[in-house]
């Protein structure tokens, strides 16, 4: 059985949400599935994994403060256990998935971009294939300018993500462990 661990920084429910559909996703594929949140991940051993995923959302276009601290000491312990190498040589059987929700208020989907690829290097640098690297557009939920949910770049985002979104979520991870 394919083993999965999902884990995830959420302040307002949005990435808690994506982190959920690819959850249920997981399982449907038949796969054994650890749902975690960063603080609740220090001890894990991401190579007992076949397959990693990681979300957070877009702050400021970089990663949460915590949330990066999470990876930043996980990469110092694998640095110290010298799985860090040269080249980067693929650990066979290792992959990750990188999700990002954000609300690109002001420059849209390119507010995330950078958060996905910097999460992204932590695991090529270990060797891991990175699948995919997903952004979902959410409402901005915690307190912000005026008008954010419906003036910005991407324009009306209340509500989001949809039912739909978060099924279409699921049905690609299922396909994804599928195929592990
Ligand atoms: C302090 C703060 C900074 C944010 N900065 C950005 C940003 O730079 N770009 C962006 O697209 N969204 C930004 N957002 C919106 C969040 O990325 C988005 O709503 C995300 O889905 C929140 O995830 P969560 O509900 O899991 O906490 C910011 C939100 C907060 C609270």
Redesign the pocket.
Known sequence: MKEVVII??????????VAKSIEAGAKQAGAEVTLLKTEEAEDIDFYDYDLVCVG???????P?KSADRFLKDKFKEYRQAGKVKLGAPKVEGKQALVFC??????T?LD??TPVGDYVAQFFAHLGFTVLDKWY?L???????PKGVNLEGRMGDIRGLPTEEKLAEISQDTKEIVKNL
């Open positions: 995830y920084w959420s302040k307002t429910g949005n990435t808690e949400q957070v959302p877009s702050y400021h276009w970089h949460p929700t954000y609300s690109g208020p002001h849209g507010e995330a979902v959410c409402e901005f939920r915690a307190k912000g």
